[in-house]
């Protein structure tokens, strides 16, 4: 049973920064991309961030220069260091991989809990 669990979140002053943190555990034979997604109240979820197993990146628009994903492929592990916090970046951020698991034909999408990020003064 794969599974990828979140941690990190918090409240946090604007301007502030914060990391996020995503571990996937289970049989896993590879992981593939690795992304961050955030959905604010009343909105719907939307990409944050993207990272290839090669370590090529993509970024919204709006964290573009603020925000940096990385990973470890060795540990089953993404990261997303989240600086100059703004109001607007509060959301329940959650992590998403494509994982093959072991002994399966197809790889599949998994999603992490999530976790909530609040930036205010």
């Known amino acids: 049973q794969v599974q990828l669990v979140e941690s990190g979140g918090g409240l946090v002053q604007p301007g502030g920064s914060l990391r996020l943190s995503c571990g996937a555990s289970?049989?896993?034979?590879?992981?593939?991309?690795m992304a961050w997604y955030r959905q604010a109240p009343g909105k719907q979820r939307e990409l944050v961030a993207s990272?290839?197993?090669?370590?090529?990146?993509n970024y919204a628009d709006s964290v573009k220069g603020r925000f940096t994903i990385s990973r470890d492929n060795a540990k089953k592990m993404q990261y997303l260091q989240m600086n100059s916090l703004k109001p607007e970046d509060t959301a329940v951020y959650y992590c998403?991989?494509?994982?093959?698991?072991?002994?399966?034909?197809?790889?599949?999408?998994?999603w992490g809990q999530g976790t909530q990020v609040t930036v205010s003064s």
């Open positions: 289970g049989s896993i034979l590879t992981i593939g991309a």
């Open positions: 990272i290839t197993r090669a370590g090529r990146t």
């Open positions: 998403k991989a494509t994982v093959y698991p072991a002994g399966a034909a197809d790889a599949g999408d998994y």
